[in-house]
């Protein structure tokens, strides 16, 4: 008769697995006296050991992987952040504030995607870009931003699937802070299929966490993240009352730009490229570009810029809201770039 079965919990390692085997079949009647250590059972024992050591981490493994807290892998935070409406980035690129002086009279418009060039210790040349339009003053004189760019991919047409509503971006480069989508509204053309020059290209809203006041009518669209690059997914499939449709005869432009990551760091000397000959002062270094996300910020930030609702009254409401404009240095403390604090503490 075989005795009860007294199984010990506690050790994970592959010795003690297997002395653990060994120790349950010596207090059986069958087998009692043979010796487990110097036979050829040693191979079957090995097996079991590696057996269930293989699984037990495996086991371990799933369950870390299914929690925010402890997950390591980088699907896994994007599969776990998403029902938060969270997106990780991929790629993200440097940023710059440079003084442009002598632009022109009579307070002209530097536009956007206006490109700068500037190097960086070494020597190496890279593209800046202007994301949005900046007035200067009477001397010709503005401070702005520019934001790196390996390649800028403007006003590109975007095939729409119109059963899911989606279409398209490929590659994890994109840094999608610059992501401007563009529909045509084609309810400006006539029956004759004349435009009437009313409308034309709209820009449409990037659609946050929380949104509660969306109907048929809202220009908004999503984004979301895959494995090979991101998805621009648009409303109108739900019933019709989250976010306008995207009919087959509607079209669809999108610009962005592609990072060059870590790469785009530490770049000055910036100077103008639209023939404009107006100087560049370099205010600040560019900085914040990275090539894979923080995965201990999104950790941190996903929960609390979910919790925020999209509202700045806590101090943790305001560091999730700045978190999401792109205020993370991608170092170890998520704080480095920007400090907050409340009235309690002044």
């Not at 960086?120 to 593209?127: E, I, L, P, Q």
Request: net charge negative.
């Amino acid at each position: 008769m075989a005795n009860k079965l007294d199984v010990q919990l506690g050790s994970l390692e592959f010795n003690d697995i297997k002395q653990s085997i060994i120790n349950h079949l010596e207090t059986q009647d069958t087998l009692k006296d043979y010796d487990y250590t110097g036979s050829a059972a040693q191979v079957l024992l090995d097996i079991l050991a590696y057996n269930t050591l293989y699984y037990a981490y495996y086991a371990n493994m799933i369950a870390s992987e299914m929690f925010l807290d402890t997950a390591q892998r980088e699907e896994s935070l994007i599969s776990l952040v998403k029902p938060l409406g969270y997106v990780v980035p991929g790629k993200t690129s440097a940023r710059a504030r440079v003084k442009v002086r002598g632009y022109g009279a009579g307070n002209p418009i530097i536009p956007e995607y206006t490109r700068f060039s500037g190097n960086n210790a070494s020597g190496t040349s890279y593209n800046f870009y202007t994301i949005n339009s900046f007035q200067t003053d009477d001397d010709g004189e503005s401070v702005i931003s520019i934001v790196q760019g390996s390649a800028l991919n403007k006003e590109i047409p975007l095939v729409i699937d119109q059963k899911t509503k989606r279409g398209f971006i490929s590659g994890l480069d994109v840094d999608i802070s610059t992501i401007k989508v563009e529909v045509y509204d084609s309810s400006y053309i006539d029956e004759n299929n004349t435009d009437l020059g009313v409308v034309g290209w709209q820009s449409w809203d990037r659609a946050g966490n929380i949104e509660d006041n969306l109907d048929s009518r809202s220009k908004v669209y999503w984004l979301e993240r895959s494995e090979l690059g991101f998805f621009i997914v648009f409303g109108g499939n739900l019933s019709n009352v989250i976010g306008q449709d995207i009919s087959p005869a509607d079209r669809v432009r999108i610009t962005y730009l592609k990072s060059g990551g870590e790469r785009g760091n530490n770049v000055g000397n910036f100077r103008i490229n639209d023939g404009s000959g107006a100087a560049v002062d370099t205010i600040t270094l560019s900085t914040g570009g990275t090539d894979k996300p923080d995965l201990e910020a999104i950790r941190f930030f996903a929960p609390k810029w979910f919790a925020s609702q999209d509202r700045a009254v806590t101090v943790e409401d305001c560091r999730a809201l700045l978190a999401k404009e792109g205020f993370v240095s991608g170092e170890q403390d998520p704080y480095s770039r920007f400090n907050v604090w409340g009235g309690e503490s002044m």
